[in-house]
């Protein structure tokens, strides 16, 4: 059964410090890996995409990372800010033979925390 | 996301009452689904649709039934709510495009149930 697990359930960490969320898969064939952020009251929000092929994605203070052999990625938040504080969930596509957007497995997702 | 939207946002309801979710989306998009959340789990599943006369059943659609009355309207009903619905549930819509993997899910703000 494919799996997505993530890494720690949850963190709290002063403003302007960095950290690094974990999300390890076991889905396969596979297509792309998402992050996302979800606000609490909200519903999720697309941070990053990345596909087999890529390594790293940027979108601003977000990096996230993949290792398509390893089955790893982690998102690294830099200068974290008070409005980081969400749950990051990380979303696995498998591959393109395997279905579309009503075969995804979601993670459980991480519960960040940013203080003063 | 102003462009996907639910109503109610909150609602409690008691056992063996029938109550419909409602989703609306401006996007455009021709696919729409609706996912439940629960604490320390992923997003699960319940329907999706690819196009107005399309239905599907997710992961867990027991219990639950849809209705997709135009391409932007797509409706969550419980026939006999039960108190182990009680969740966050999420309608999404995405950009699918032929060819192209990378579809992006827009999700709307949430209905949080309470079944009592």
């Known amino acids: 059964k494919n799996q997505v697990e993530q890494s720690p359930q949850s963190l709290i960490i002063l403003e302007g410090k960095n950290c690094t969320l974990q999300?390890?898969?076991?889905?396969?064939?596979?297509?792309?890996l998402r992050w996302y952020k979800q606000d609490t009251g909200r519903g999720p929000v697309s941070l990053t995409i990345?596909?087999?092929?890529?390594n790293t994605k940027s979108n601003g203070r977000y990096t996230a990372t993949l290792d398509a052999d390893t089955k790893q990625s982690s998102l690294h938040i830099t200068a974290s800010q008070l409005s980081d504080s969400a749950s990051y969930i990380c979303?696995?596509?498998?591959?393109?033979?395997?279905?579309?957007?009503?075969?995804?497995?979601f993670g459980t997702g991480t519960q960040l925390k940013v203080e003063l | 996301d102003a462009d996907v939207t639910q109503t109610p946002r909150n609602r409690i309801t008691k056992t063996g009452k029938r109550i419909m979710l409602e989703c609306s989306q401006t996007?455009?998009?021709?696919?729409m689904y609706w996912y439940r959340q629960d604490p320390g789990l992923g997003l699960r599943l319940i329907y999706y649709?690819?196009?107005?006369?399309?239905?599907n059943k997710g992961e867990i659609s027991d219990g639950y039934s849809v209705s997709r009355q135009a391409q932007a309207k797509f409706s969550l009903s419980l026939e006999s709510a039960i108190p182990n619905q009680t969740a966050l549930y999420f309608c999404?819509?995405?950009?699918?495009?032929?060819?192209?993997?990378?579809?992006?899910?827009?999700f709307g703000p949430g209905t949080r149930l309470l079944v009592l």
């Open positions: 999404a819509t995405s950009d699918f495009t032929p060819g192209q993997f990378s579809e992006t899910q827009y």
């Open positions: 999300c390890n898969y076991t889905v396969s064939p596979f297509s792309n």
């Open positions: 990345m596909t087999f092929s890529e």
């Open positions: 979303v696995v596509r498998p591959g393109p033979l395997e279905g579309g957007g009503n075969k995804l497995t």
């Open positions: 996007k455009g998009h021709d696919r």
């Open positions: 649709s690819f196009d107005v006369k399309d239905i």
